[in-house]
């Protein structure tokens, strides 16, 4: 009997508990990633060392006094393509999240199926770029 496997993906969504929900079953549903949600940058980090994540989801906002800087950490610790949700960000944000190769940035409103293109899409990279840790799932 021939069977599969399902290779669920490791998330991380840094996030309110309100976004969060919006998102999370839609998306493990179609790509299979299985997020888990944070509302604190601090705690994402030290997730984000122990799980290494295949992708970050974040909410600008949520890293509040650091800023840039706290996305910079969070990013160095994922070694994940990072797509950031923001409401109202200078330019001299925009460029720094270019500077620090932020995957895909959303302003404001967006529909959750540009968000499933964007998270199958990072994950493809991911997966190019390469991780001795991100071996192929084989089937028995």
Known sequence: ????YVHLRLGLIL???KQAALVAQPLAEATQVRLE???HAHEALDFARKKRPHVVIADFERF???GIYGLADLMAEADAPVILIVRDVSEWE???FK?????????GN???????DKVTLA???????????RLPVVSV
Request: proline share 0%.
């Open 1 to 4: 009997m021939k069977g599969s």
């Open 64 to 66: 509040g006094a650091a």
């Open 99 to 107: 500077k620090l190769g932020v995957f895909h940035v959303f302003e």
């Open 123 to 133: 994950l493809k990279r991911r997966w190019r770029i390469g991780s001795s840790d």
């Open 110 to 116: 967006f529909r959750l199926s540009e968000l499933t």
């Open 94 to 96: 925009q460029e720094q």
């Open 37 to 39: 949600r944070f509302e």
């Open 15 to 17: 996030a309110s508990e």
